[in-house]
Each structure stands twice: as C-alpha cells, then as structure tokens.
C-alpha cells in the first residue's frame, strides 16, 4: 500500500484517482501548493471544481491545512498531526523571496499570544520571509 493509501485510509477517506493523484503530488513537493498550481498539473485530468472539492476534503479531514501566502490564492501543505474537524498542527511557515516556497518549519512553534479578555483565539498563523537554503 502506498503512503497516499496509507493516509487516506488513516483519514477514513475512500481512495479515489483524484485523491491518489493529488496527494502523491503532495508527498512528492513536501512543500505547501497553490490552487492554481494544482489546477495547472491536473488539468489534464481533473476539472477545477473536483480539485476544489478534493481540497475540501482533505481539509476537513485532516490530511492539509491552508498556508499564509503573499500572493492571492489559498495554498495547502500536508498535516503532521491533525484529525478530522480540528487543526492541531500550528508550525511557522518560511516563504522563500528568491524562489517562491513556502515551507512548513514544523520545528518551529508560534509563539503563544496574550488575547485581551472576552477574545477567543480559532487559528494562528505565522510567515516568515527570507531566502530558503537552496537560495541562500
């Protein structure tokens, strides 16, 4: 069984070809992916509203979460640690100015902020720019 069924089945998602394609994808990049990215590489295959729906379920499962990003799109990179429903992966992300990667530091916590009372805090994020080792 490949590592894309592996995750799949771990996530109780049935393995489809656009799952299989999209997260082999994924796993070959290890590194975060836009949406026109994706509809550019699976366009061959797949139709814009599938990939769209692909990313949905692989987002509420738990296999990707959504990325910071200068740029206007959403973009998504695998999950270490999450389960269906919660996003228990909060890690840093490196956007690389030279080449355009945007890498997950999973090393790298976000600092824990102090809210103001009656705020609730839903998600975290945290960018960091700068040149990634291969542009260094």
């Known amino acids: 069984m490949s590592r894309a069924e592996h995750l799949l089945k771990d996530h109780e998602l049935r393995s489809t070809p ?9 796993l070959e990049e290890n590194r975060s992916l836009g949406v026109s990215q994706l509809n550019t590489i699976l ?9 769209y729906r692909t990313l949905k379920s692989f987002t509420e499962s738990g296999i990707l979460h959504r990325v910071m990003d200068l740029q206007e799109e959403n973009s998504y990179a695998l999950c270490d640690s999450c389960k269906e429903g919660s996003h228990e992966d909060e890690h840093v992300h490196f956007l690389c100015t030279n080449c355009g990667k945007n890498q997950c530091l999973h090393d ?3 600092p824990a902020v102090g809210l103001p009372s009656g705020y609730r805090l839903k998600d975290a994020n945290m960018l960091l720019e700068g040149l990634c080792p291969d542009c260094s």
Not at 18 to 26: A, C, E, G, K, T
């Open 18 to 26: 656009v799952r299989l394609d999209m997260l082999s994808y994924f």
């Open 43 to 51: 366009a061959d295959k797949y139709d814009r509203a599938t990939v």
């Open 108 to 110: 790298v916590s976000i």
